[in-house]
């Protein structure tokens, strides 16, 4: 069972459609127990970064969050969720995060529109089973402000171009990141989903 956590932010809804879609069981839950026993757990996203840590800890998820992963449960971070992951944000100040990631959340500092909405392509960098049958180069649906920027560029799977080239797709161990809404995202992201789906039916090392 895929536990998706409900911290009052996001599209939760559509995201347990998106993986009911591809065969998963997935549930909606902020009952910390079920997270703890999930065989994989998701951390989706939108709003503001504060405010959303301030949830989760409030809520007694970021501690939870932490453990799972710590425990080598697969974990999949989307959209304000992937940039949860990391140390700090300077979105309306400066934010502590997860710091499951040490890096920085930044804002994009482009002349283009901000914040980017819309169809943006996505650019593999390394090999990973999360991106198995995902072609170089495949459209994905982005809406966001703030970009994350790795101290460790190793974990860079795939990247995307805004004015700036930045990472759109993490990955280290079982933690893994989209910047996109893989959801929305048609059939680029329902084969990411169903990825994430085989590697944890299979119980395969990530």
């Not at 009911?20 to 065989?39: F, Q």
Request: aromatic share 10%; charged share 15%; net charge neutral.
């Amino acid at each position: 069972m895929i536990a998706i956590v409900d911290y009052g932010m996001g599209n939760l809804r559509s995201v347990q459609r998106a993986f009911e879609y591809v065969g998963a069981e997935a549930i909606v839950t902020d009952h910390r127990a079920t997270i703890e026993s999930a065989s994989a757990v998701v951390l989706p996203g939108v709003g503001a970064f504060g405010k959303a840590m301030s949830n989760l800890k409030r809520a007694g998820l970021a501690d939870v969050i932490r453990q799972v992963i710590a425990r080598g449960r697969p974990f999949l971070g989307i959209c304000l969720g992937l940039q949860l992951l990391f140390k700090e944000s300077e979105e309306m100040g400066q934010h502590r995060g997860l710091s499951v990631f040490d890096g920085m959340v930044k804002r994009f500092n482009v002349s283009l529109k901000v914040p980017q909405i819309g169809w943006n392509q996505i650019h593999v960098q390394q090999a990973s089973p999360l991106l198995e049958g995902v072609a170089d180069g495949s459209y994905a649906y982005f809406v966001h402000s703030y970009y994350v920027v790795p101290a460790d560029p190793e974990i860079v799977l795939a990247t995307t171009d805004y004015g700036i080239n930045y990472p759109s797709v993490i990955g280290q161990d079982n933690v893994f990141g989209l910047q996109f809404h893989p959801e929305k995202s048609q059939t680029v992201g329902l084969r990411i989903l169903r990825n994430f789906t085989a590697l944890v039916e299979g119980g395969e090392q990530l």
